[in-house]
């Protein structure tokens, strides 16, 4: 399954083809993602106006318009909403286990592919209600190590040199720029990085706009 699937190669899966096929645990998980700032939900009414009765055994297009035309104009309107928010920036974090990796045989390779579909997975999904929604920056902490001797160094990344918590609160930080009051553009919040954060043995990588750091 793992070799076959990424998704299950990624993400895991509790197996049903049959009793006790047993479950599969990814390495990549991601958490909620969740608004910087307040957001204020709203509904914006629209109107369809078009054919919404079944005409019987008509099926010309001759008896559809004259069907539409003896019905009462009030009839033929249907009224729904959408429902939006006028801006949000939201940030979400994940987490991919190396040694979980292992397992699954989840690559490099997957690795590369899971985050280029993260940078661009607006940009062929496009709706009303979604309008320009984007992904604005991509940072990855990935753990190299701090030992003198190649496989201590490796076993010491596997196993991670930060807690997570501390390169999520410390290291990246967002918030609305001054006399900023209701943001409604990307430019109105300050993205910073504080480098002299980063711990010994974590590597901080931008990869808005470069994968090639991986």
Known sequence: MC???????????????????GQVRGPVQIAFARSVDPILPLDISITRMAVAVDPGKKSTVEDYEKHEAEQPEDQMRTMGRKSLIPYGLFVGKGFISAYLAEQTKFTDEDLKLLFEAVLNMYEHD???????????????????????????????????????????ESVVKVAKKAGIEAPRKFEDYEVTVDLSKVPAGVKLLDLTTDLGQL
Do not use: E, I
């Not at 299950?8 to 009793?19: D, H, I, K």
């Not at 009303?128 to 010491?156: C, E, I, P």
């Open 3 to 21: 070799a076959n699937f990424y998704d299950v190669r990624a993400f895991g899966a509790v197996m049903s083809t049959g009793a006790n096929a």
């Open 126 to 168: 496009r709706s009303a209600s979604k309008g320009t929604m984007t992904v604005r920056k991509l940072f990855a902490f990935k753990h190299v190590g701090t030992d003198t001797d190649d496989q201590q160094r490796v076993s010491q990344a596997k196993l991670g040199c930060a807690p997570a918590q501390v390169l999520f």
